[in-house]
């Protein structure tokens, strides 16, 4: 049934971690701190997640320092931002039942069928 | 709390992200929820910062306007002296609010905030500056009346329609509108009721802005408006 979704992002974990990534606008990054707080994880097993995402091109860890405090800032990729566009895509396709044949009358599969699937 | 991934132990902190796909409805509710949560903690809350503003320009400018009336008992240092104090309560909140919404943020949303921040803070800098130059040259205490409450009013207003232009939030925009049409209404109406014009339909129009925004959100949740968002 989940063929079609990318299992780099098919994760509970990195799911949340590209949307908030992708709930910011382009070219913005977030510090590891507070994208630690925002999505209430470990150090550690964000971490892992981000290693994973990073392997797959989809997120970029920039590592500087301000002063002499070294500083982690994550933010999601052009290519990460398409392929959580096409995540989301498949899912919205899953969720949607394929067009009813000939002379379906389910509210249900109406509403669906008729609701928007993108914003832009 | 500024923990950084290389020197922190895994085992410390709030849990582990719960991992494995879900069900294709569980991981889109995921989505909404977790956007949401950013939404609301990245960005302004409106009703926060109009709340505030709302009942300072409301007390303070109603302090002035007891003051000015005989018999009240105010005299008229202590009501500026109110009226400072409630206008310094409403920078404190606004730049810890805003602070923290934006903590962590960098790229193109920071250097905004930023030089939205310094909009603010130098366009007020010289309203102040043109009221202690009016002061010191011996201006009225009726021309003083209008102009330090009709420029800053004034000031408000323009920088909220324009920031309701760029940002096409339609609410604000109306609001600014409403707040110069408040500041031209209090100038005509003399030095004699400008301070009451300012406390209720300045004063007033904030708080009323900022109950809108809060049905708004109480009755959508999750107005994101970022691309993207599932249906």
Known sequence: MSADLDPVIHSQARLRIMTTLTALPAGDRLTFPRLQQLLDATAGNLSTHLRKLEDAGYVEVVKSFRGRVPSTEVGATRDGRRAFEDYLAALQALLTPPAAPAARTDPEADRSATSPQEER | ?231
Not at chain 2, 38 to 49: K, Y
Not at chain 2, 57 to 78: I, K, N, P, Q, Y
Request: hydrophobic share 50%.
């Open chain 2, 1 to 231: 709390m500024q923990a950084h991934p290389e020197n922190v132990d895994p085992a410390d902190g709030p849990a582990d992200l719960a991992d494995g796909p879900a069900d294709p409805a569980a991981m889109a509710a995921l989505v909404a929820a977790q956007r949401a949560h950013v939404v609301r903690s990245t960005n302004p809350d409106a009703r926060l910062l109009y709340g505030v503003w709302g009942a300072a320009w409301l007390v303070g400018f109603g302090l002035l306007w007891l003051a000015d009336r005989s018999g009240s008992g105010l005299t008229v240092g202590a009501a500026y002296a109110g009226f400072g104090a409630l206008m310094l309560v409403g920078v404190v909140v606004t730049a810890v609010h805003l602070t923290r919404r934006s903590s962590g943020l960098s790229g193109s949303s920071k250097a905004q905030r930023q030089m939205l921040g310094w909009t603010w803070g130098l366009s007020f800098s010289a309203v102040a500056a043109l009221n202690t130059s009016l002061g010191m040259s011996g201006a009225s205490d009726q021309v003083m009346a209008v102009v330090t409450s009709v420029v800053p009013a004034l000031v408000v207003g323009a920088l909220y329609m324009a920031g309701g232009a760029v940002w096409g939030d339609s609410m604000q925009f109306g609001l600014g509108a409403w707040i110069c049409v408040a500041a031209a209404a209090g100038a005509l109406s003399g030095p004699a009721h400008v301070h009451l014009v300012m406390a209720v339909a300045g004063g007033g129009g904030l708080l009323i802005g900022a109950l809108v925004y809060h049905l708004r959100v109480t009755r959508s949740p999750s107005r994101a408006r970022r691309p993207g968002a599932p249906s």
